[in-house]
């Protein structure tokens, strides 16, 4: 590879953060146009949440699922991002 050649399987490029994981759904979550950045973007009046990935109120690491605890820290977090890069 030359110099000017750029990897694109390089391990060392992070992939950014989002404030929620990717994974977390709730009614609100299918009315918004952009990644959420406040935990009152997902709750409504029902106030209630689920994994897209268990299809429930509790995560695949067994906690349950709300948007201040499906944050970056949690082992099954995944940024919103983490397929479009």
Known sequence: M?????????????????PFCRELRSKQYFMLDAFATDASQYMDASNYC??????????PDGGKVKPER????????RSALADII
């Open 70 to 77: 499906c944050v970056p820290g949690r082992n099954c977090y």
């Open 2 to 18: 030359s110099d000017t050649e750029v990897s694109t399987t390089d391990e060392s490029a992070a992939i950014p953060e989002t």
């Open 50 to 59: 689920w994994c897209f990935v268990t299809q429930g109120v509790v995560g």
